[in-house]
């Protein structure tokens, strides 16, 4: 499409108005989006398209549409983070993602569907309503990214934004057949980003392929003084890593511990045939254990809670979003307790009780304090392994995609999807989901996962690059190419 | 076993400023026993000798420089309140402390 | 029956806690760039981050950073070589995201002491007083309740919220417990928020104006029978606003706790608020449960950690001591004591310093920021260092009266029109056209002139009377529309009339 953009066959606006037009022809079954721009949209596009036409340089991805993920502010633009307590809200000023989409031109369609506050794994929480997986509409889309991904996999958008607390970038583009990556913590600004939990958040780029993810990769990421925890260092050669897909002499590490008992067996085809093909690409295949790993998503569901009870702390009706109760002789305290009941999906409120009661004196050492303990573990285990490997491989998620309602009662069995992707968060490291195919049980797609030590993000390109050309060549085209097509209206 | 009664939870959705039914404590006190008997098992590991990591990266010392930079205009800063007066918040009555 | 404080010393013993509230002088506020200039029109210094609107994210202004270590230095403290910010969380609709950021237990600043001097029976007595920790925290918005009688809180109908405020930066001062004041338990509390604020003015940190509350101060009080070990309870005094409050509220509640303590009631341990009107504290809404501030390090920011070489640099600027200054600055100006404390209890020393500094006379700089100058400052009443005069202006004007181009009285008019906004010294004296009389011809004929007026009074004065002179050189002083040098006048009179000093 880019290279279409820029040899001048095709317009920006065109490009931009035939995802709309399959956006308004398939979104009522899937629902990716909450908001779609379309004034806004097709307006950048033509600015792109008339740059180009003077003959200005561009960025790579100038002039192809996107879809963002609605966690991401966007001035002017309604973000609801999936809430009912955002409903209506428009921001007055820009994320730095949005900012960095741009400068590079990147055309943004709209925002799309997520669980509440990035809270879950299957973007049943959004409080607008489910999006369902284009590979089989009964099933979830991952999440919290489900929107995102789900655009992707029906072709509504050719890129997308994500953010990746525990896996929600990487969940969904494992279970709906596309590309997702999670930086290394601090490589792209979380300013504008809509907080969960601040020590684990993380936006990336979602795409149908890795060169695509690693051109938009590159469009996002960079030092941002407006985000102390940005990472003041050059951009990884993310790009050329994924030109290169040259992983001979590689060292892969085999997780021990992310792979066997409770992983489906199409999952652990797909994943042993990919590390078959890993090997004869040239890489060297070798087992790691990472030991503390079975307690991440323990420590996972401590941290997280606890950082977003107080990060929600600011939805209180009193500046901006939903008011409930104002009533003649309401007091403020009693209109925040009202309006937080009501803005409130079930999920967000167990997690900030459950935050709140890990923070509590006299609990937090038990708690927060434990878990971030075991924060460190998780870290000395990546750090011995990255010692003898140069990245490490897991299945991305334990199943496919489930079906819509199935998990929704047991908070438990939700969080074990996310067993593979929560220990690369606790680390800050950066992880990767490309499709490793279908399993042969359900035909649906299967993730494979690659991490790679801090600020070494190009490493996972090199691999996921490797991988999906020989994949390509096993399969003749992409995972894509087989998805059923929507009825569309 | 760690557990949370009825009134724990009240007292925890007290400090989170989120009004419960009775139905909804006693469903999530219920809900907690089980979640946290699988979060507890951190305690296992977490020995003396670890340091917490409360931040990912072993970032120090970043610093903005004393320089103002605009403020938003104050149709902006108010473009999101249910309520507004005289340019501010408008806020119901706030009981507690002068 | 009320109890009179010396009833109360002899029988208990106060100890203090004292906690102060300094609001630094940054240009921009402690997590954003918005402009900390006071008194702007309502929302117009508010940004995504102090706002608190979603996605927002702080960062730390490195100046205030600088400060507070200063402050830390000044204070003897220890400066801790890695130190973290930390989310204070409770719900008030002041404060945007329902946090604060403060520091916990990893404050920037620990350790340290002052010594704060007395005027005790025995004469001057020094009190140690020794502080907890210092460290970094924001403040809050500012509400309007509306609606009530009294624009206070209670009864009122709703609230209206400017967070200009909300986000300076803010450094607490945390004493340990101070034992062993005795009876001077409110003059040790009194002279150690002065020396404190000197100190904050000498590092030029904070405006440390507390009427406008850039400096407040809550004070802690507890009581225990003298010989007793065991900590009373303690009650915190809120928004005690000037020196002399601070003094008057220790004492308040010394009498309250006493009285209580001998009924045999209970002390609640509460936070109570000064009251400017009656010297009374009244009590604050108690909490029905108390608060869980749920502290945790802030995920949004990376610790402090300031090099060794950094600290030593700022040490090695650190300014004179207050005290040792002022002891200094009163052995070369070899002004008595009495003098001293009145400059000092009337916040013109420094002023009088830049004057001097600028050339002036210490005895006649001293003289007019004390006299004219402070009259004007207590008739307008406002601060004197809000007033529009400058050492400069004041070092000019003693250069014109030492050179003979002003007399003491034309002077008076110079400073009044400084004051009154029409420009320095030299451009007031063009402006309303004031110059000394020296024309010997033009004072004679005006001695001449009222002579002529007042035979008797002439006469009383060839007589031998001299001092009837007074009526007369008033004249023509009076006649010369008060710009002629009166001890000219009153030579040139006597000469004329035959008499001789
Ligand atoms: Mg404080
Ligand atoms: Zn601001």
Not at chain 1, 1 to 23: F, Y
């Amino acid at each position: 499409m880019a290279r279409a953009l820029r040899a001048g066959e095709i317009t920006s606006v065109a490009l931009t108005q035939a995802h709309l037009d399959r956006i308004a022809s398939v979104d009522a079954d899937v629902h990716a989006f909450l908001f779609v721009d379309i004034q806004g949209a097709l307006a950048q596009a033509a600015a792109t398209d008339a740059k180009r036409a003077a003959g200005e340089r561009l960025s790579p991805l100038a002039g192809v549409p996107l879809a963002l993920k609605d966690v991401m502010t966007q001035k002017g633009v309604p973000t609801t983070a999936g809430s009912k307590i955002l409903e209506g809200w428009r921001p007055p000023y820009d994320s730095t993602v949005v900012a960095n989409l741009r400068a590079n031109d990147i055309v943004i369609m709209g925002k799309t569907n997520m669980d509440e506050f990035a809270m879950g794994s299957s973007t049943e929480n959004s409080a607008f309503g489910p999006t369902h997986n284009p590979w089989d509409l009964s099933r979830i889309p991952g999440g919290s990214g489900g929107g995102s991904s789900a655009a992707l996999a029906a072709f509504e958008a050719p890129l997308a934004i994500g953010t990746d607390t525990g896996g929600s970038i990487r969940q969904p583009a494992a279970v709906t057949g596309t590309v997702g990556v999670k930086p290394t913590y601090g490589a792209v600004s979380r300013f504008g980003l809509i907080a969960f939990s601040s020590s684990l958040d993380q936006a990336g780029p979602c795409a149908r392929n890795v060169l695509d993810a690693a051109l938009l990769h590159e469009a996002i990421a960079g030092y941002d003084a407006r985000d102390s925890t940005s990472i003041n260092a050059p951009v990884p050669q993310v790009v050329t890593a994924a030109k290169s897909g040259d992983v001979k002499g590689l060292k892969i590490g085999v997780v021990k511990e992310l792979n066997g008992d409770g992983y489906q067996s199409g999952v652990r085809t797909r994943f042993e045939e990919s590390l078959e093909l890993l090997a004869k690409a040239g890489a060297e295949i070798i087992e790691v254990s990472a030991p503390n790993f079975e307690y991440a998503l323990a420590a996972y569901y401590l941290i997280a809670p606890s950082e977003c009870s107080s990060n929600l702390a600011r939805f209180d009706a009193m500046r901006y979003g939903l008011r409930v109760g104002d009533s003649e002789g309401a007091s403020a305290e009693s209109v925040m307790k009202l309006t937080r009941e009501a803005g409130f999906g079930r999920e967000v409120k167990r997690r900030i009780i459950l935050g709140t009661y890990a923070l509590s004196s006299g609990y937090y050492d038990a708690y927060y304090g434990s878990a971030q303990k075991v924060r460190t573990l998780i870290t000395q285990d990546f750090d011995k392994a990255f010692q003898k490997c140069d990245v490490m491989v897991s299945p991305t998620c334990p199943t496919t995609a489930f079906t819509i309602g199935e998990k929704s009662d047991d908070p438990i069995a939700m969080y074990l999807n996310d067993i593979a992707t929560i220990p690369v968060n606790m680390a800050g490291i950066g992880g990767m989901s490309l499709p490793a195919g279908l399993a042969p049980e359900d035909g649906l797609p299967v993730g494979f996962q690659i991490m790679a030590p801090a600020m070494a993000d190009e490493r996972m390109y090199l691999v996921g690059a490797a991988l999906e050309a020989a994949l390509l060549t096993k399969w003749g085209a992409p995972l894509l190419s087989k998805i059923p097509e929507l009825s569309g209206r | 076993m760690s557990s949370l009664s009825r009134d724990d939870v009240a007292n925890l959705a007290r400090l989170a400023r989120i009004e419960m039914s009775e139905e909804e404590l006693v469903s999530l006190s219920h809900e907690f026993t089980v979640i946290l008997d699988a979060v507890a098992r951190v305690q296992e590991v977490a020995g003396q000798d670890v340091e917490p990591t409360s931040h990912p990266l072993p970032l120090r010392n970043v610093f903005r420089p004393d320089v103002v930079l605009p403020s938003l205009l104050t149709e902006e800063a108010l473009s999101g309140a249910p309520a507004q007066e005289e340019s501010r918040f408008r806020v119901p009555q706030i009981l507690g402390e002068e | 029956m009320a109890l009179t404080f010396d009833e109360v010393v002899t029988k208990y013993e106060p100890v203090l806690g004292l906690e102060v509230h300094v609001e630094l002088n940054t240009e921009s506020k402690m997590f954003c760039p918005c402009s900390t200039t006071f008194g702007a029109e309502p929302n117009t210094q508010t940004c995504p981050i102090c706002l608190a609107l979603p996605g927002a994210l702080p960062t730390v202004n490195e100046k205030a950073i600088e400060s507070t270590i200063k402050i830390g230095l000044a204070l003897n403290c220890s400066i801790a070589a890695f130190s973290r910010f930390a989310r204070k969380n409770y719900f008030y609709p002041d404060m945007p995201k329902n946090f604060q950021i403060s520091q916990y237990d990893e404050p920037i600043c620990t350790n340290g002491y002052i010594d704060v001097e007395i005027e005790s029976d025995q004469g001057p007595k020094v009190f140690r007083i020794e502080i907890e920790r210092v460290h970094m925290e924001e403040d809050t918005g500012k509400s309007l309740h509306v609606g009530g009688a009294t624009g206070r809180i209670h009864g009122a109908q709703y609230s209206l919220l400017d967070y200009n405020r909300a986000g300076i930066p803010l450094v607490e001062i945390v004493t340990k417990i101070v034992p062993g004041t005795g009876k001077y338990a409110p003059q040790v509390a009194k002279a150690y928020v002065s020396e404190l604020r000197d100190i904050l003015r000498s590092l030029d940190v904070s405006d440390v104006r507390m009427e406008q509350g850039s400096l407040r101060c809550d004070a802690n009080v507890s009581l225990r029978p003298i010989g007793s070990q065991i900590l009373g309870t303690r009650s915190e005094t809120k928004n005690v606003n000037s020196l002399r409050s601070v003094e008057r509220a220790i004492r308040g509640e010394m009498i309250r706790h006493a009285e209580l303590l001998n009924k045999g009631e209970r002390i609640v341990q509460e936070t109570r608020h000064f009251q400017e009107e009656s010297g009374l504290t009244r009590s604050g809404r108690s909490k029905e449960q108390a608060e869980d501030y749920r502290y945790f390090p802030e995920p949004d920011l990376v610790p402090v950690a300031p090099d060794a070489q950094w600290i030593q640099t700022l040490r090695d600027g650190l300014p004179e001591r207050p005290s040792i200054h002022r002891k200094r600055l009163q052995e070369a100006w070899a002004v008595p004591d009495k003098e001293m404390a009145a400059m000092i209890n009337a916040d013109v020393l420094n002023l009088v310093e830049a004057s001097v500094a600028l050339g002036a006379d210490p005895t006649k700089a001293r003289g007019w920021w004390l006299g004219e100058i402070s009259r004007i400052a207590n008739d307008k009443d406002v601060a004197i260092s809000d007033l529009s005069i400058t050492p400069g202006d004041v070092a000019e004007i003693v250069a014109f009266v030492n050179s003979g181009e002003l007399t003491d009285k034309l002077a008076r008019q110079v400073i009044e029109g400084v004051i009154a906004g029409e420009g320095t010294p030299a451009a007031v004296i063009a402006g309303r056209g004031i110059k000394v009389v020296n024309d010997e011809g033009a004072l004679i004929s005006a001695i001449e002139k009222v002579c002529a007026e007042q035979p008797e009074t002439a006469q009383k004065i060839r007589n031998g009377h001299l001092p009837a002179a007074g009526a007369l050189i008033g004249a023509v002083m009076k006649e010369t529309k008060g710009q002629a040098d009166a001890a000219r006048v009153r030579s040139l009179l006597l000469a004329h009339l035959g008499q001789a000093e």
